[in-house]
């Protein structure tokens, strides 16, 4: 446990010496080891204290076990002193007391060289969280640890339940730890430029993992697109005065009479910074600058997920080429019209890639419905591409058509796919078949079927594929596929055997209330069901809805509010009756922008 005294006026040091040596044996006496006209600093095996002369309030951290805790409040209370508790499901005292701390620039700055360094992660949260970018300026430059990573230190963690990874970044706080970067080396440039040798802290600053769905970005919101374009520009100007530096330091190292004189070459310093990057035709050329300096330049990008749209077939290339091979996990390449002839360009640049997991071709213009001999040897080639891929896990061919090819294309793939997107494919009865027997289903982790008419000659293959597949299915998508009440209830039996399923889509079919009624009742005993996103009932439109409604129909039609609240009220009732207030059901489709392969 924790305890936070926060002392409102001068405290004699000396009963807490006496406290921490009778009382809690495997401590040692205090030390100061700060004394200035802004106050003292001390810290003792897991004790801060910050003792200023005037106005900033005393504050103190000291981690206590057991029975050692209510000593310790009992005197601190009879000495004066205010003990301060909050719920552990909140935030720890320890945490209350860096929030605190954060708050008073002007007295970190001058503290912070003698604060332990384990301490820094915590400060870092509450600053982050509580805006305080002067303080996290601070902390960035000074960084201790080798690896400063947004995913550590934004989770939920011992003293503060509060993911800020799963919220939408701060612009503010982001820039200023970039900031915080650039001045880092920027001080560590100048010292080489004085011949002045220092060790190299901060190596890697890991920004993946920030959310970004794409909707809803406010104005203290940064997108991916946006953190993309800052870090591209940083890299720019870190670049730029690495080079008038190095001529500066070139003639000092040349000597001021003879060219014969030469001072040792400077230790090279550098931070790499793992990232997602988002680049359109907008971003592209500050993009490109900065990654054609990554080798040389102090600030160096090390992109993971790599997300392009609307780029021509060139620039795309040009990007590929130049992103390190070893650290790209996922591609994604959308909107860009590529169609075939495109892929077969793009692909080949792909293989360098050797732990690519996750490749997303959706909306790339593929049609195989009426291919040309020509085109025969473009998708033959496509497929080989394909399979040079060892690594592949996710695949996304989502809005191609691709009518009867599925088993050329997916046939001769090296390992299992454990996610696999085919929205709005034009999918052939075949090509379910050809699925449910392939290697790829038992090993089945996300399925998106969307936009296939599953109410039809796809039905029973499907069926098929689910009960194959319900091992390991965990996130199911056939939103938009024309099922009605009575194709839903042939599906019940193979759904309700996806005893691991956590997610489920069924938004822009045309289904009752009795139908949806049905649904929540037999998948009741899914219990890792957590969301199901489902549509308007179609007895909640108005009545000249046409029958059978298309998915349009149903997206564009009127309906009925208050006859939507009671359906929705009694669904939420059902859930509370049977005890399952855990599972989500609702009609938002933003819940399903949030979801990812890499986080099932």
């Given at each position: 446990?924790?305890?936070?005294?926060?002392l409102?006026?001068?405290?004699?040091?000396?009963?807490?010496?006496?406290?921490?040596?009778?009382?809690?044996?495997?401590?040692?006496?205090?030390?100061?080891?700060d004394?200035?006209?802004?106050?003292?600093?001390?810290?003792?095996?897991?004790?801060?204290?910050f003792?200023?002369?005037?106005?900033?309030?005393?504050?103190?951290?000291?981690?206590?076990?057991?029975?050692?805790?209510?000593?310790?409040?009992?005197?601190?209370?009879?000495?004066?002193?205010?003990?301060?508790?909050l719920?552990a499901?909140?935030?720890?005292?320890?945490?209350?007391?860096a929030q605190k701390?954060?708050?008073?620039?002007?007295?970190?700055?001058?503290?912070?060289?003698?604060?332990?360094?384990?301490?820094?992660?915590?400060?870092?949260?509450a600053?982050?969280?509580?805006?305080?970018?002067?303080?996290?300026?601070d902390?960035?430059?000074?960084?201790?640890?080798?690896?400063?990573?947004?995913?550590?230190?934004?989770r939920?963690?011992?003293?503060?339940?509060?993911?800020?990874?799963?919220?939408?970044?701060?612009?503010?706080?982001?820039?200023?730890?970039i900031?915080?970067?650039?001045?880092?080396?920027?001080e560590?440039?100048?010292?080489?430029?004085?011949?002045?040798s220092?060790?190299?802290?901060?190596?890697?600053?890991?920004?993946?993992?920030?959310?970004?769905?794409?909707?809803?970005?406010?104005?203290?919101?940064?997108s991916?697109?946006?953190?993309?374009?800052?870090?591209?520009?940083?890299c720019?100007?870190?670049?730029?005065?690495?080079?008038?530096?190095?001529?500066?330091?070139?003639?000092?190292?040349?000597?001021?009479?003879?060219?014969?004189?030469?001072?040792?070459?400077?230790?090279?310093?550098?931070?790499?910074?793992h990232?997602?990057?988002?680049?359109?035709?907008?971003?592209?050329?500050?993009?490109?600058?900065?990654?054609?300096?990554?080798?040389?330049?102090?600030?160096?990008?090390?992109?993971?997920?790599?997300?392009?749209?609307?780029?021509?077939?060139?620039?795309?290339?040009?990007?590929?080429?130049f992103?390190?091979?070893?650290?790209?996990?996922?591609?994604?390449?959308?909107?860009?019209?590529?169609?075939?002839s495109?892929?077969?360009?793009?692909?080949?640049?792909?293989?360098?890639?050797?732990?690519?997991?996750?490749?997303?071709?959706?909306?790339?213009?593929?049609?195989?419905?009426?291919?040309?001999?020509?085109?025969?040897?473009?998708?033959?080639?496509?497929?080989?591409?394909?399979?040079?891929?060892?690594?592949?896990?996710?695949?996304?061919?989502?809005?191609?058509?691709?009518?009867?090819?599925?088993?050329?294309?997916?046939?001769?793939?090296?390992?299992?796919?454990?996610?696999?997107?085919?929205?709005?494919?034009?999918?052939?009865?075949?090509?379910?078949?050809?699925l449910?027997?392939?290697?790829?289903?038992?090993t089945?982790?996300?399925?998106?079927?969307?936009?296939?008419?599953?109410?039809?000659s796809?039905?029973?293959?499907?069926q098929?594929?689910?009960?194959?597949?319900?091992?390991?299915?965990?996130?199911?998508?056939?939103?938009?596929?024309?099922?009605m009440?009575?194709?839903?209830?042939?599906l019940?039996?193979?759904?309700?055997?996806?005893?691991?399923?956590?997610?489920?889509?069924?938004?822009?079919n045309?289904?009752?209330?009795?139908?949806?009624?049905?649904?929540l009742?037999?998948?009741?005993?899914?219990?890792?069901?957590?969301?199901?996103?489902?549509?308007?009932?179609?007895?909640?439109?108005?009545?000249?809805?046409?029958?059978?409604?298309?998915?349009?129909?149903?997206?564009?039609?009127?309906?009925?509010?208050e006859?939507?609240?009671?359906?929705?009220?009694?669904?939420?009732?059902?859930?509370?009756?049977?005890?399952?207030?855990?599972?989500v059901?609702?009609?938002?489709?933003?819940?399903?922008?949030?979801?990812?392969?890499?986080?099932?």
């Open positions: 446990m924790v305890v936070v005294i926060n409102h006026k001068r405290f004699d040091l000396g009963p807490l010496r006496y406290l921490l040596s009778s009382h809690c044996s495997n401590y040692l006496p205090w030390v100061p080891i004394t200035s006209h802004q106050g003292v600093v001390a810290w003792q095996a897991g004790v801060l204290a003792y200023p002369c005037t106005g900033f309030p005393a504050l103190f951290f000291h981690c206590l076990a057991g029975s050692q805790t209510a000593e310790a409040e009992q005197w601190f209370c009879e000495a004066g002193a205010l003990a301060c508790c719920p499901a909140m935030h720890s005292l320890v945490f209350l007391c701390v954060v708050s008073h620039h002007s007295t970190v700055r001058g503290a912070l060289e003698f604060i332990p360094k384990e301490l820094y992660p915590v400060l870092f949260k600053a982050f969280m509580d805006k305080r970018t002067l303080v996290l300026q902390l960035v430059q000074t960084w201790p640890f080798p690896v400063l990573s947004f995913q550590k230190l934004l939920k963690c011992q003293h503060c339940d509060r993911a800020l990874l799963q919220e939408k970044p701060n612009k503010l706080c982001v820039q200023t730890v900031l915080g970067v650039v001045a880092y080396l920027n560590a440039l100048e010292d080489r430029l004085h011949s002045q220092k060790r190299q802290r901060l190596q890697v600053l890991d920004m993946t993992g920030l959310q970004d769905d794409g909707i809803d970005q406010g104005p203290e919101s940064m991916l697109w946006s953190r993309t374009v800052t870090l591209a520009k940083a720019i100007d870190v670049s730029k005065h690495q080079s008038k530096c190095t001529k500066r330091t070139s003639k000092r190292r040349k000597g001021p009479y003879s060219s014969s004189v030469a001072l040792p070459p400077p230790q090279p310093v550098a931070v790499e910074v990232v997602d990057l988002f680049v359109n035709s907008t971003s592209y050329g500050v993009l490109k600058d900065a990654l054609q300096n990554n080798a040389n330049s102090m600030l160096r990008l090390k992109c993971r997920d790599f997300r392009a749209e609307e780029l021509p077939i060139a620039s795309t290339v040009g990007l590929l080429e992103l390190d091979p070893t650290g790209v996990r996922q591609v994604d390449l959308r909107f860009n019209n590529l169609g075939l495109g892929l077969r360009v793009i692909l080949p640049h792909m293989a360098k890639f050797t732990n690519l997991v996750s490749l997303k071709l959706p909306y790339s213009n593929i049609d195989v419905r009426r291919l040309s001999a020509g085109m025969e040897g473009s998708l033959h080639y496509f497929a080989t591409q394909l399979s040079r891929l060892s690594c592949l896990k996710e695949l996304n061919l989502g809005s191609s058509r691709l009518s009867g090819k599925l088993r050329q294309l997916l046939g001769d793939l090296q390992g299992p796919l454990e996610s696999l997107e085919l929205a709005f494919c034009y999918l052939l009865p075949n090509d379910l078949a050809y449910s027997q392939s290697l790829h289903t038992p089945l982790k996300k399925l998106d079927l969307s936009g296939n008419n599953l109410s039809d796809l039905l029973q293959p499907f098929h594929l689910l009960e194959e597949a319900s091992s390991s299915l965990l996130h199911l998508d056939i939103m938009e596929c024309r099922l009440d009575i194709h839903l209830e042939s019940l039996p193979a759904l309700c055997r996806c005893s691991q399923l956590r997610y489920l889509g069924v938004f822009g045309p289904l009752s209330t009795r139908g949806l009624k049905n649904l009742q037999r998948t009741m005993g899914l219990l890792y069901l957590q969301l199901v996103i489902y549509p308007y009932p179609v007895d909640c439109y108005s009545e000249n809805l046409p029958w059978p409604p298309t998915s349009s129909n149903l997206l564009n039609g009127s309906v009925d509010e006859k939507f609240s009671r359906v929705s009220a009694e669904l939420q009732q059902m859930l509370l009756t049977a005890s399952r207030t855990d599972a059901w609702t009609t938002n489709l933003c819940r399903h922008n949030t979801l990812d392969y890499f986080n099932l």
